[in-house]
């Protein structure tokens, strides 16, 4: 049977003043995986994720979802970013913030009304985050605050998920509860695409990798490619992970 | 003329009602679009394009020679918005950071500005004087035509702002998050950076190039004092900058040399100093008071949690314990005992003290994370 792929990517190029930070980067996302992107800090993991997107122009390369180029298929990809990369002081409440994960398919001008208004509680729900709808931002914890990343783009209702370090700083609770989601949403046949740190994680969390330093040093299933040699390949040291199977 | 001759001056007095509903008008947008700014943590922005604006209005003067206040804020909107306009590319294409290029063009056409006025200033040509009212404003030259005009501008921005709210709160509070979502950020965020253009603009003739942002500024800060959402916010710093604007300009006309900018900004700022102090949940004030309060029922919970610890040994919970046991421990005091005896935790009798069951049910359940106080 032939691969499905969800994302491909073409000859991505991106630098920042004469740097590279990504050199030449192909790379076929199959669809229905649940993909972790790994690499030591600066590999450009971050990067990758935000020129797919068209938040970062760059210089060469193009990115096609199903197919079709990725502004004709923007409705199918959603998006988790940082949780750091917003003021969380914003004067507004978390059930509003999800709300915002309705905009792309309301378009222009149009408000958001009570179906959207269910499907954001129904997202809130999801992430356990629904008795907390009419807290303020800042009012939430750093985990509460990534749950409710989550739960916007999940109303977006994507095909496609793009997260970027959704586990940076959040505790046992909110971890176990964004790899449940993780997993339901690779059950719905939905493709998930991850930036990671916690290497230890990898074998359990995901079942497809990439390694990313600059350039792409490997992309394939876990259990074929997750071993000492990209490792070090990647991080330039020997790093001894004991892969559980 | 006093402040009440004032308030029965301003129905019927022409020109004191055309500077009033003006100064009103300004204050309205000004803190509309202020909240903008200051969410986008864009404050130094107005200040810049009000500099910025200084230039243009020495040129537009110098081309035409006329004195004519509308072509002069032309020249004003067009070199505030290339200062805007620059101030990007500087971010955007060199490693200074934004409050450098903030810096840097504010000086650089205000230093040119003055240049041009002083240079104005010195021709042989009597037209010249009072090209210097915009530097703090003259609210005393607002004519009906002006107040019409800003009321124009004013109902052309609540209408904007009502079409793309959505798009607003998007791009302010996530715009990489707008990006991915199809909108194009690129063109609301010139929408807004327009209008905040076109606001200062307005405000030059009253306010002045060098007070102007306080006007963008001052209400938005105070706003964001008293409210959580952003609507409320948004017409919070409106309804402030609104009465700024008249409260100041009462206070200017019934006092002789004092003038109405200024006079607005200092009204603006007791609103943000009031607000910083008295605002129930961000006011420094409250917050001083509910960490006392803190402080006293930590003491009194430690106090409570200590006591459970020698109860909870005990089959018999209610079983009398002496007050002398508590000497060793530190938070202990005579007050908390008998607050904690107020609240019915504990019972005192003597020398002996015993804990009640909802004392016991409360201390049991002090330190547990998972029970939500809501």
């Keep these: 049977m032939e691969t499905k792929y969800a994302v491909t990517v073409d000859d991505l190029t991106v630098a920042y003043n004469y740097k590279p930070v990504l050199w030449d980067i192909d790379l076929s996302i199959p669809e229905g995986v649940l993909m972790a992107i790994v690499g030591p800090n600066g590999a450009g993991k971050s990067t990758l994720i935000k020129s797919i997107l068209g938040i970062i122009n760059p210089i060469a390369g193009s990115v096609s979802v199903y197919g079709k180029p990725y502004d004709k298929q923007r409705k199918l990809v959603a998006y988790v970013p940082q949780k750091g990369s917003v003021d969380w002081d914003f004067p507004t409440t978390a059930l509003d913030v999800v709300m915002m994960g309705t905009y792309g398919s309301l378009g222009w001008i149009k408000r958001p009304g009570s179906t959207q208004k269910k499907a954001a509680l129904e997202a809130l729900e999801k992430v356990g985050m629904l008795p907390f709808k009419g807290r303020q931002i800042s009012q939430l914890s750093g985990g509460q605050q990534q749950r409710i990343f989550l739960a916007r783009a999940l109303v977006q209702n994507a095909s496609i998920y793009f997260m970027d370090e959704p586990f940076q700083g959040v505790d046992a609770t909110t971890e176990i509860a964004i790899i449940n989601i993780l997993k339901e949403l690779r059950k719905a046949g939905k493709t998930v695409v991850v930036v990671h740190h916690d290497l230890q994680t990898v074998p359990e969390y995901f079942d497809w990798v990439t390694f990313l330093n600059v350039k792409k040093i490997a992309t394939g299933p876990v259990k074929e490619i997750f071993n000492d040699d990209n490792l070090t390949k990647t991080y330039g040291i020997n790093y001894k992970v004991s892969v559980q199977q | ?374």
């Design chain 2, 1 to 374: 003329m006093s402040l009440q001759e004032y308030f029965s001056l301003v129905f019927s007095d022409y020109t004191l009602r055309t500077i009033t509903i003006g100064t009103a008008i300004l204050g309205a947008i000004c803190g509309m679009l202020g909240s903008f700014a200051v969410l986008r943590k864009q404050s130094l922005l107005g200040d810049a394009i009000s500099h910025a604006s200084l230039p243009g209005i020495a040129i537009a003067f110098l081309i035409t020679g006329t004195k004519d206040t509308n072509v002069l804020l032309l020249g004003a909107l067009i070199s505030g918005l290339i200062g805007a306009f620059w101030i990007r590319g500087i971010v955007k294409n060199t490693h200074l950071k934004t409050d450098t290029a903030l810096g840097l063009i504010l000086s650089v056409f205000f230093g040119f500005g003055m240049l041009l006025l002083t240079f104005i200033q010195k021709m042989p040509n009597a037209n010249q004087s009072g090209l210097d009212k915009f530097l703090f404003g003259q609210a005393a030259t607002l004519l009906i035509s002006d107040v019409w005009f800003m009321a124009i501008v004013t109902g052309i921005c609540l209408v904007v702002l009502f079409l793309f709210w959505k798009e607003f709160k998007l791009l302010l509070f996530d715009a990489d998050y707008a990006k991915t979502l199809g909108f194009n950020t690129k063109f609301i965020d010139a929408l807004i950076t327009s209008f905040i253009v076109l606001a200062i603009v307005l405000g030059l003739q009253t306010v002045g190039v060098v007070l102007m942002s306080a006007m963008l500024l001052a209400p938005a800060a105070a706003a964001r004092q008293w409210t959580n959402s952003l609507s409320t916010m948004i017409i919070l710093a409106a309804i402030f900058g609104m009465l700024s604007g008249v409260v100041g300009t009462g206070i200017s006309a019934s006092q002789s040399n004092l003038s109405t900018g200024p006079v607005i900004v200092l009204v603006a700022a007791i609103f943000v100093v009031f607000s910083f102090i008295f605002s129930p949940s961000r006011g420094l004030l409250f917050r001083q008071i509910r960490f006392l309060k803190n402080r006293r029922d930590l003491k009194l919970h430690k106090t409570l949690s200590f006591m459970f610890d020698l109860v909870k040994t005990h089959e018999d919970k209610s079983h009398p314990h002496a007050v002398k046991i508590l000497n060793n421990f530190q938070g202990y005091t005579r007050g908390t005992l008998k607050k904690l005896e107020e609240k019915e935790y504990i019972k005192v009798e003597g020398k002996m003290w015993s804990m009640t069951e909802e004392g016991y049910q409360f201390a049991g359940n002090l330190y547990n994370q998972h029970i939500e106080n809501e």
